[in-house]
Structure formats: structure tokens, C-alpha cells
């Protein structure tokens, strides 16, 4: 056997057993029903999305496989005595993957929904975290835009919407996601422009201003409540601060309301447990 | 305040008693009196979101403009209606955002009390909100005059609750889709 | 892009999910194992037990090409237990009849034990604890010897509803699980109702409410009222909030808290 080849069956070790199919699919499961019941858009798992996909793909390729061998067979031969079972197995291997697409195109559709509807903030906050010197002096250009958009010339709606090219961490989004809020918000702005805010005053123009005290920039509300199940020994809820409320290692500065003990399902707030969230990943679990 | 939020901003159109405290030059226009003068001592209903602007000289405790009243929506006589029985009162008549105007109040004025009879208010209320949005007649008889008082917040409230409840019943073949 | 859904997943989404669980059959044909998504599938070799999700017991049922045992819960002595529990006794009046305990979790008999949580390991190396619809909750058991007094599974209404729908023949007097089923449902339904007085806990940062043993349906058909409020007095209370804040903030300041808020009696259940 090739050295490559022998390295290569490590490199696809575990992810390749069917066992961590089951947790990955647990895993894809869980993450849904918790995107689909917060307001915020989660953190993007990145690496089980990607080992979920290329499932998928091999899975159609063993589904079409399959199905087409069920046509070659000898016309002569009736195909299901062939192989009695080809078209019970056909069902099921296409069931199950009709399932898990739905999770997929559900999950995917969920946070997009919630791009769209805030895409000014989550834009603000990439753009926040830009490290490139270049872009931040733009930045902070863009935020002393009270005072200077009189005077600038030609300010379009798109001028708000922050650049965010050099952005090298996506985080919270995947890299496809960042370039959609983008592309929306500038569509968005284009748009606006065209139809209203062009013919407003230049100063009136921007979608981020928060003059008199209202930013035009809304979040996802994050005091919401969700329903959880602890599945750690136990997990202390929140009121606000750094640490992670599990097994009682909180940070210094946090507030801790109730205790949660293992099996017990809550009604919380969500910034009440977002860090015990967060941090442990599953031990808090969405219901 | 939500700058999209369309409820957010029908609250504060909403009106509460104002009384100038100064003279004001060319502000008739308010009294409906467009170039005259506003005397001081003047009382007039004022959208919310100008009646808080014109009284922040009140809160920085400089000369004020106006004073803001309590709006009729939240008057004594109202909080005790609410101490006697949540369910008979018709909000929607006292205001069609009665909530989210009692908000705003309360962020303007420090009310302890009411915080607590609202808050048992909401609660009453929401009970019976869910007994007849999981009704699948329907609302019957008394219901009936109860869901048409609920205030903007508490509709939204059977809505989530019925849609809930339906698409369960739906779920479980006991109603049809529509 | 227009996402049609609530924020909580929905009826249709929880009997998705309900179907995700773990049953018993017993085939009445071979099929060879199969390499799904969501894990390998064991042959089926009759009469041997096997285990497989809902959904796909429920597609060789109705080809009549298996049998489902029922779960043990769901059975009408069992359920006719849980129910005198859940209406009778006096430590559920308010709360609802405990769950099935989660692996490595005291049951409960023997509440004074420490819970100790058994993670399983992912491909990223975080910790993962398996939770309902993964758990073996309505497999039949093979060992009675426990003596574990039954309980309702997360997934009971759904479990129940589809076994009744396409596998009755399956079970033990099927119009009585039936009439069961909408018993305990009515019982349950009216301590959810009840809890709304206590609701306020969850409003207040770092409050919450208690609804062990609820089941996903039950939070399905709930879940949008609970939310609107739990939300609605916490708006109401925002400036009670603030004033908490503030006290505390000030406490702190002068080194006078000492951490044993009056938080901890809003432990309760309903």
C-alpha cells in the first residue's frame, strides 16, 4: 500500500465511520433546532457543516450508483427478483437523505432569514473586527460622517454599508454568508437610493445614522426567552458577565440567578444562558 | 425604541397632556392657532415623542418648556379598575398600545406601584388570552367582547397562541390546513 | 428571502424530530444494513429484534414488512400509573411527572445522588451530551428488572399519536392507550395554564422557570405564548430591572454582596 494512501485513511480516520455519522447527524440536529429558536445567528460550525456536505454528495453518488444498477440489469430479467430488496433500499437511502437535506435547507434558510432582517448589524460588527489598518481608517471616516457628509459629495445610501473585504474572520457567518449579507444590504442600499433616498436630503440618506437617539442599525433582541435542557451536572443562569455558568466556574463580575441541574428543562432568557451556550457548545441544549 | 418597529412608533404618537411653563412665541400652531403665541400655563395633548423632548429641560432640572401628566390611559381611577378586575377593563379604548405606551411611561416616570398592578394585569389577562386561543370554537359569548378590548401587545399575544395551538391541532388531524 | 417559520421550531418540526427516536421491531423480512446519514442500520434478520428510527419503522410497517413493540411506557398500565402520579400526587400537583433520567443521572428513587454527565467525544473534540431524540427512551426494554417506575418520554404525544395511527394492531388495547393519552394531556395542560402567575421569574435577567418533564409537543403548542409573556412583563419590568441592576451595582461597589440573593427561591416548579 502507498504511503499516501495509508495517510489518507488516517487523515479520513473517525470522520469516515459510520458511528460518527450518527453524532455528526446528532450534532447537525441539535444545531438546528437551536438556530431555528434563538434570535441571533449562532456561531458557524464550519467543520461539521463541511463533513456533513461531503456526506451528502457521497450519498447521492451511492443512491445514483444504485439506482442505475437497477436499470442495467438484463432486460430479460425482471430486476426485482435480481435483487428483491433494490427498491426498498432505493426508498430508504433516498428518505434519509431528503431528511437531512431538510435540516440542512431549513437551518441554512433560518439564518438568512435573520441576515436579511438585520444585515446593517451583523455588517457593523464584521466590519468592527476588521484588522486592516487601511479599512479601519475608512472606518472611523464613515463614523464621523455626521459632520463631514455635508460637505462630502454624491453621498449614496451604499456609502453606509461597511467594507468589509479585507475581513479575514467571518465569525459568526460562514465566508458564503458574508458575501451574501453584502451583496443584500448593497442591493438594499442601491435600491433605496434609486427610489426614495435620492431625492432626500444628502445628510438623510445614510442607513446607519443614529440621530436623536435611535440608531437606524437594530440587533436581533437578545433578552428573548428560550427553552433549554441542562445537560451537565449543572449550569447557572446568568444575569450578566463573563463567565460560562458551567459547573460553577463563573468569571468574576457575574450576577448568577438559578441553577440548573442535570435533565431540568427552563424557560430562560437567552442572554442568560448564551454563554453556558457558547462556550460548553452542547452542554445547555435547545428543546 | 426599535427605529423599524411600527408599533414602536405609533406609541409614541400617542398623546399625554402637556402644560407649558414658559411663553412660547409663534407656537400656536399647536393649539391650532398657526402664528399666534402659546401662553404659559397652557395645557394641550401632545404626541409622546414631542411632549419628551420639549420636557427634557424638566429631567436636566433646568428651565422646562412643559410638564408632562400622567395620559388618561394610565389615570388613578384606570390602576384601580385593574386592582379590581384585570379582565373587565376594555385597554384597547384607553389605548390601542396600551403596554408599550405604559413602557414609555415608565421610563419618564418613576411609578413603582404601577409596574406591579401592570404586571399582575398582564398576567390575568394572559391567562385568559390562552383559554380562548386554545378555544377551536373560537371566541364564544363573553370572550367575545373581552379579545375585541385586548390592547396591540396582548393581540399579538393570542395570535402567537392560536397559531401555536392550531398547527398542533393540524399536526395531530383534529383541523385542517387553511 | 422569506423564511415562513416562528422562531421555535413548530408542530411539523417536532413530530420531524419525534421520528428521529429510537424503536423496537421485529421484522418479517431480511434487509440487509445500510449506511444512512443519520448512522448505520443493523440487518434486519427475522424474527431478531432490531432497532431503528421511527421513521423508517414506521415505512416497513405500513409495507407490513415489520412490527413494532411498543415502548414500555406505552402500554395502558403504565400510562394509567403516570396518570395517578400526575393527578393524584401531591409532590406533582404543581409540576409535571418526572422524566425519564438522562444517562449517568440518579433516577428518581434515588434523588440524593450527584448526577454525573457522560459526554461523548465529537470529531471536533468538544464534549457532547446525547439528549431526546437520541436516547433509547421508547425502545422495548428487554429487562424489566430495574423495577423503574415509568415515565413520559420528551417525545410522548408523537410517539403515541403515530404507533396509534399506523401501528395500533401493535398495541395492547389500542382505544384505551387512545383515551389515555387525552387524559394525561388534559392533566398536563392545566398545570402549564397555572404556571403563568410564576412567569415573571424568567423575565428578570437571570431568573428563570422550571418545566422539567414537559414534553416537546406540549412546548410546541405553548411555546409562543409562553415566549410572548415572558417578554411582555419583561418589558413592563424594565425599569424594575434597571433598579435591581443598580442596587446591585451599588452593593458591589461597597464590597456588600455577599452572593446568597434571594434568587435561590425561585428554584420552583410548575
Redesign the interface.
Known amino acids: 500500500m502507498d504511503i499516501d494512501d495509508i495517510l489518507a485513511s488516517v487523515d479520513r480516520g473517525p470522520g469516515a465511520s459510520p458511528e460518527s455519522a450518527a453524532l455528526d447527524h446528532q450534532q447537525l440536529t441539535r444545531f438546528w433546532i437551536a438556530e431555528r429558536a434563538v434570535s441571533e445567528v449562532l456561531p458557524w460550525p464550519a467543520p461539521l457543516m463541511e463533513r456533513m456536505m461531503d456526506r451528502v454528495r457521497l450519498q447521492i453518488e451511492t443512491i445514483e450508483d444504485l439506482a442505475a444498477s437497477s436499470v442495467d440489469t438484463n432486460p430479460s430479467h425482471n430486476s426485482t427478483s435480481h435483487n428483491p430488496n433494490l427498491n426498498l433500499r432505493l426508498s430508504i437511502l433516498q428518505t434519509d437523505l431528503a431528511r437531512t437535506q431538510y435540516i440542512i435547507r431549513s437551518l441554512l434558510r433560518a439564518r438568512l432569514a435573520k441576515l436579511t432582517k438585520h444585515s446593517m448589524h451583523y455588517l457593523v460588527q464584521l466590519a468592527s473586527r476588521n484588522k486592516n489598518p487601511l479599512s479601519s481608517a475608512s472606518q472611523s471616516q464613515s463614523q464621523s460622517q455626521t459632520q463631514s457628509s455635508a460637505s462630502t459629495a454624491n453621498v449614496s445610501p451604499e456609502d453606509s454599508v461597511p467594507d468589509i473585504s479585507a475581513l479575514t474572520d467571518t465569525t459568526p457567518l460562514s465566508g458564503p454568508e458574508t458575501s451574501f449579507v453584502h451583496a443584500h444590504q448593497t442591493l438594499l442600499a442601491g435600491h433605496y437610493g434609486a427610489s426614495f433616498l435620492g431625492a432626500f436630503p444628502r445628510q438623510l440618506r445614510r442607513l446607519d445614522d443614529n440621530a436623536g437617539g435611535t440608531s437606524m442599525v437594530q440587533g436581533p433582541e437578545l433578552k428573548e426567552v428560550v427553552f433549554v435542557r441542562c445537560l451537565a451536572a449543572q449550569v447557572n443562569c446568568l444575569m450578566e458577565g463573563e463567565g460560562d455558568g458551567v459547573d460553577g466556574e463563573d468569571g468574576l463580575g457575574d450576577e448568577i440567578g438559578v441553577t440548573m441541574r442535570m435533565g431540568d428543562v427552563w424557560v430562560v432568557r437567552w442572554d442568560g444562558v448564551r454563554k453556558a451556550w457558547e462556550r460548553g457548545k452542547w452542554n445547555c441544549c435547545n428543546v | 425604541m426599535s427605529y423599524y418597529d411600527i408599533d414602536s412608533i405609533l406609541t409614541d404618537a400617542q398623546k399625554l397632556p402637556c402644560t407649558f411653563e414658559l411663553e412660547v412665541p409663534g407656537l400656536g400652531i399647536l393649539e391650532g392657532n398657526p402664528g399666534d403665541d402659546i401662553k404659559a400655563g397652557t395645557r394641550i395633548d401632545l404626541p409622546l415623542w414631542l411632549g419628551e423632548m420639549l420636557s427634557i429641560g424638566a429631567r436636566l432640572g433646568t428651565s422646562r418648556l412643559v410638564t408632562l401628566d400622567m395620559p388618561d390611559a394610565l389615570a388613578e381611577r384606570v390602576m384601580n379598575a385593574l386592582k379590581a378586575d384585570p379582565r373587565t377593563v376594555d385597554l384597547r379604548a384607553l389605548a390601542p398600545h396600551f403596554y408599550t405606551l405604559s413602557e414609555r411611561i415608565l421610563e419618564i416616570f418613576e411609578e413603582e406601584e404601577m409596574v406591579d398592578v401592570l404586571i399582575n394585569t398582564f398576567k390575568k389577562r394572559a391567562a385568559e388570552i390562552s383559554d380562548h386561543a386554545h378555544n377551536p370554537r373560537g371566541a364564544v359569548g363573553d370572550g367575545v367582547d373581552f379579545l375585541r378590548g385586548l390592547d396591540e401587545t396582548e393581540r399579538q399575544l393570542f395570535r402567537a397562541a392560536h397559531d401555536r395551538a392550531k398547527q398542533v391541532r393540524i399536526w395531530a388531524g383534529e383541523a385542517k390546513k387553511k | 428571502?422569506?423564511?415562513p417559520?416562528?422562531?421555535?421550531?413548530?408542530?411539523?418540526?417536532?413530530?420531524?424530530?419525534a421520528?428521529?427516536e429510537t424503536v423496537t421491531v421485529v421484522p418479517r423480512q431480511?434487509?440487509?444494513g445500510?449506511?444512512?446519514?443519520?448512522?448505520?442500520?443493523e440487518p434486519l434478520v427475522p424474527p431478531r429484534r432490531a432497532s431503528l428510527p421511527l421513521?423508517?419503522a414506521l415505512?416497513l410497517k405500513r409495507?407490513r414488512?415489520a412490527n413494532i413493540i411498543p415502548p414500555s411506557w406505552l402500554h395502558p398500565e403504565s400510562l394509567s400509573l403516570i396518570l395517578e402520579v400526575e393527578s393524584q400526587h401531591q409532590d406533582y400537583k404543581n409540576a409535571f411527572s418526572p422524566?425519564p433520567?438522562?444517562p449517568?443521572?440518579p433516577s428518581v428513587r434515588d434523588q440524593g445522588l450527584?448526577?454525573?454527565?457522560r459526554p461523548?467525544y465529537?470529531?471536533?473534540g468538544?464534549?457532547?451530551?446525547?439528549?431526546p431524540p437520541?436516547l433509547p427512551q421508547n425502545t422495548a426494554q428487554t429487562t424489566v428488572s430495574s423495577g423503574e417506575p415509568p415515565a413520559l418520554p420528551?417525545h410522548w404525544i408523537e410517539v403515541g399519536?403515530m404507533l396509534l395511527d399506523s401501528a395500533s394492531d401493535d398495541l395492547m388495547d389500542p382505544g384505551q392507550i387512545r383515551r389515555l393519552l387525552k387524559d394525561l394531556r388534559e392533566v398536563r395542560?392545566a398545570k402549564m395554564?397555572s404556571g403563568?402567575?410564576v412567569?415573571?421569574?424568567?423575565?428578570?435577567?437571570?431568573?428563570?422557570?422550571?418545566?422539567?418533564?414537559?414534553g416537546?409537543?406540549e412546548?410546541?403548542?405553548?411555546?409562543?405564548?409562553?415566549?410572548?409573556?415572558?417578554?411582555?412583563?419583561?418589558?413592563?419590568?424594565?425599569?424594575?430591572e434597571q433598579a435591581r441592576?443598580e442596587q446591585?451595582a451599588e452593593q458591589r461597589a461597597n464590597g456588600g454582596y455577599n452572593?446568597t440573593q434571594d434568587?435561590e427561591e425561585?428554584?420552583m416548579e410548575f
Not at chain 3, 5 to 17: K, M, N, Q, Y
Not at chain 3, 114 to 117: G, H, I
Open positions: 428571502m422569506a423564511f417559520l416562528p422562531r421555535g421550531i413548530v408542530a411539523s418540526e417536532i413530530a420531524f424530530l421520528e428521529m431480511r434487509l440487509e445500510l449506511e444512512l446519514l443519520g448512522g448505520p442500520i421513521w423508517l415505512l409495507q414488512r422524566p433520567p438522562l449517568g443521572q450527584e448526577p454525573t454527565a461523548q465529537t470529531l471536533d468538544n464534549r457532547y451530551y446525547a439528549a437520541f420528551f399519536n395542560m395554564r403563568v402567575d412567569l415573571d421569574d424568567a423575565a428578570m435577567g437571570g431568573g428563570g422557570v422550571a418545566l422539567t418533564g414537559v416537546a409537543m412546548l410546541g403548542d405553548e411555546r409562543g405564548f409562553l415566549s410572548g409573556v415572558v417578554d411582555g412583563l419583561r418589558k413592563i419590568g424594565a425599569s424594575k441592576r446591585l452572593g434568587e425561585d428554584y
